[in-house]
């Protein structure tokens, strides 16, 4: 008798979630580039004569901004584990 399997499971191969990663990585990145434009035209006044609080210049600007792009770097940079078979 054999059992059914309702969904057969689907993994990913060593490249195709190499890509993944590195893709999701590069977002991260662009997020955190454009994270530090945007604060640097905010101090250029681009967008008016508002400055943002100093808490918020202090824990948001360009501090958020490197962790997004140190963030994006390691994930984009992880390799898959190797499988011994």
Request: aromatic share 8%; charged share 20%; proline share 8%.
């Amino acid at each position: 008798m054999r059992i059914a399997r309702p969904w057969p499971r689907k993994t990913m191969d060593d490249y195709t979630r190499r890509r993944l990663y590195l893709r999701v990585g590069q977002v991260i990145m662009v997020a955190g580039g454009i994270m530090a434009v945007v604060h640097w035209l905010t101090h250029l006044e681009a967008f008016g004569p508002e400055q943002p609080p100093l808490w918020l210049d202090l824990a948001v600007g360009y501090p958020m901004a490197m962790l997004l792009l140190v963030l994006g770097g390691v994930v984009a940079s992880r390799k898959p584990k190797t499988r011994n078979n």
